[in-house]
């Protein structure tokens, strides 16, 4: 006769547990280099399957208790150091990625790639440029950057692309919404926080960058997609 279900419980939490329960994290009938080597094929296994960035909480539920991540993902990168891949930290969580060297060799391919993104046309990049550096930010704020309206239409082919998703509404009257980057845009772009955009301010003593610049290149942008 089967257990009644605990309340509150569902059946893929239910799931969940059962699978957990069924792995032996903790391997204690291994012995030390044994355990150590397995925990860092799971941990590899499960990056490597992964869709997404995987986060610490994620890779905790195979490995021991007591284990290290970060030792392990040290171990991990140290025997990729000569492949053309690595295991970086990017979007919160660890992800294979092809060495940037290799990028070249990849495009000639012309093998269709698991991280292959939308390609945006040069307004949309623009735009998502703008967002990010300057969210929560509505979509009024940013025609006043590019001194011409930002339509919906590139608001949802951003959001499409699961670049972009929605901020606090603004306090500004009529409380519009506003938009904010994604997990996904770090992933995509490969930083591991908004804190690695490159410096606006920085960007604009060099001459590299600045908001009035962001507006003109948009300008010029739209035009070109408008002949």
């Given at each position: 006769m089967a257990e009644p279900d605990a309340p509150g419980k569902t059946r893929t939490s239910r799931t969940k547990d059962a699978s957990e329960r069924l792995l032996d994290r903790e391997l204690a009938d291994l012995p030390p280099e044994l355990r150590?080597?397995?925990?860092?094929?799971?941990?590899?296994?499960?990056?490597?399957?992964?869709?997404?960035?995987?986060?610490?909480?994620?890779?905790?539920?195979?490995?021991?208790?007591?284990?290290?991540?970060?030792?392990?993902?040290?171990?991990?990168?140290?025997?990729?150091?000569?492949?053309?891949?690595?295991?970086?930290?990017v979007a919160g969580g660890w992800q294979h990625r092809s060495r940037p060297a290799y990028a070249g060799a990849i495009r000639a391919s012309q093998a269709s790639t698991r991280s292959a993104g939308p390609a945006l046309s040069d307004f949309e990049a623009m735009v998502l440029m703008a967002i990010a550096y300057f969210q929560p930010i509505s979509r009024g704020e940013l025609s006043k950057i590019f001194g011409k309206e930002v339509s919906r239409d590139t608001i949802a082919s951003l959001r499409n692309a699961n670049f972009l998703a929605s901020g606090p509404r603004s306090p500004t009257p009529g409380a519009p919404y506003t938009?904010?980057?994604?997990?996904?845009?770090?992933?995509?772009?490969?930083?591991?926080?908004?804190?690695?955009?490159?410096?606006?301010?920085?960007?604009?003593?060099?001459?590299?960058?600045?908001?009035?610049?962001?507006?003109?290149?948009?300008?010029?942008?739209?035009?070109?997609?408008?002949?």
């Open positions: 150590w080597r397995e925990w860092m094929l799971r941990v590899e296994a499960v990056i490597f399957a992964a869709a997404e960035p995987v986060g610490r909480d994620t890779l905790a539920r195979v490995i021991g208790k007591d284990c290290s991540i970060d030792l392990l993902i040290d171990d991990l990168q140290e025997e990729l150091r000569h492949r053309p891949y690595e295991i970086v930290f938009y904010v980057t994604t997990k996904q845009f770090l992933s995509a772009f490969g930083l591991r926080t908004l804190r690695d955009l490159p410096d606006i301010e920085a960007l604009e003593d060099a001459g590299l960058l600045s908001r009035r610049g962001v507006q003109d290149e948009a300008l010029v942008a739209a035009e070109g997609e408008e002949e």
